[in-house]
């Protein structure tokens, strides 16, 4: 059997939109942004131990727009899963 897995990464602990029933991240959480250092280490390290098996990737957060290098983890994602990404 072929397993393939999605992966959830939360890359943003930070909502501007403050949505009714929204109790975790507007305007609640502390504003956090993941580092891109620490962003490009683990999806290189997803890549080498289960990377065939990635079928789909997902960014997430609070509101994943807010983070300042989202192009930039697109770009990391684009260049490691190229099958997956349009």
């Known amino acids: 059997m072929d ?3 999605c992966l959830k990464t ?3 602990d930070e909502c501007n939109l403050n949505c ?3 109790d975790h991240f507007a305007p609640l959480a502390k504003k956090w942004h993941q ?3 620490d962003f490009i280490k683990m999806m290189k ?3 080498d131990t289960v990377g065939n098996y990635i ?3 997902e960014l997430y957060g609070g509101e994943p727009l807010l983070h300042e290098q989202l192009y ?3 770009m990391c994602v684009k260049v ?3 099958k997956y990404v349009a």
Do not use: N, S
């Open 10 to 12: 939360q890359i943003v």
């Open 80 to 82: 490691l899963f190229p």
């Open 45 to 47: 390290t997803i890549k």
């Open 55 to 57: 079928k789909e990737i």
């Open 35 to 37: 580092p891109l250092d």
């Open 72 to 74: 930039e983890m697109i």
């Open 20 to 22: 009714k029933g929204c």
């Open 3 to 5: 397993v393939k897995y």
